[in-house]
């Protein structure tokens, strides 16, 4: 499967990567969605770097309210104190591809996760996505993390199995473009995580395509 450098003249900076690693994403939801069995739906999702939600705030109008003649105060807010300790964080990117299961609720069952440049652009950057990318396995959800960033060094697969403690399945540092796939399974009592195409569950597996889906996607964005 040939692929160009994205993060690199002629192709960077004119075109933005976040646009293609977003129209992948949606490329792969729609070829599952093709293919899923019944009682199966893929979604992407995607959000860059750091975001903030807020679950519940407090407004306040320049002028004090008033009903029937009578001035309302404006409702006393709390704010916490500043805090003691301050740990800086490395936010990953999310370029990913949900893949759920309808019966009796939405149920994450497998995940796609592309790889993007802020996810390596240092050490901690590259451990903070592998956290993220190794806690599905844990949750007994499959995983297929894909690597097209040759601009920048480390390797989350790497980081990923070690955090599984299976350092034997470590690449090379220098190695490439790469796509691993991860299915957690209990055999005998004992979890395991198969390195093979992504599985729904056991005794669920669908091959994704991604020549086919990464074409697609260039063809989109006018990349050929």
Not at 24 to 43: R, S, V
Request: with cysteine; proline share 9%; net charge negative.
């Amino acid at each position: 499967m040939p692929l160009p450098d994205h993060f690199r003249p002629p192709l960077a900076p004119r075109r933005h990567r976040e646009s293609f690693h977003a129209n992948w994403a949606g490329a792969i939801a729609d070829a599952l969605n093709e293919d899923l069995p019944e009682g199966y739906f893929a979604e992407e999702k995607t959000h860059q770097g750091a975001r903030i939600e807020i679950d519940m705030a407090t407004f306040r109008d320049d002028e004090p309210a008033s009903e029937g003649g009578i001035a309302l105060q404006p409702t006393r807010t709390w704010a916490p104190p500043e805090a003691p300790i301050v740990l800086p964080a490395a936010i990953p990117d999310t370029f990913e591809v949900l893949v759920f299961r309808s019966e009796g609720g939405a149920e994450l069952v497998a995940a796609i996760a592309l790889v993007s440049p802020a996810d390596k652009e240092r050490p901690a950057h590259v451990r903070a996505f592998a956290i993220k990318a190794a806690s599905y396995p844990a949750q007994g959800v499959s995983l297929i993390v894909i690597d097209i960033v040759k601009k920048r060094h480390g390797n989350p697969h790497n980081e990923i199995v070690k955090l599984l403690h299976y350092d034997e399945a470590c690449m090379p540092d220098d190695s490439g473009l790469y796509a691993v796939a991860y299915r957690p399974i209990v055999r005998d009592g004992a979890g395991q995580v198969d390195v093979w195409p992504l599985a729904l569950d056991t005794g669920t597996c669908l091959r994704i395509d991604l020549e086919q889906t990464y074409t697609a996607a260039c063809e989109r964005r006018r990349l050929n």
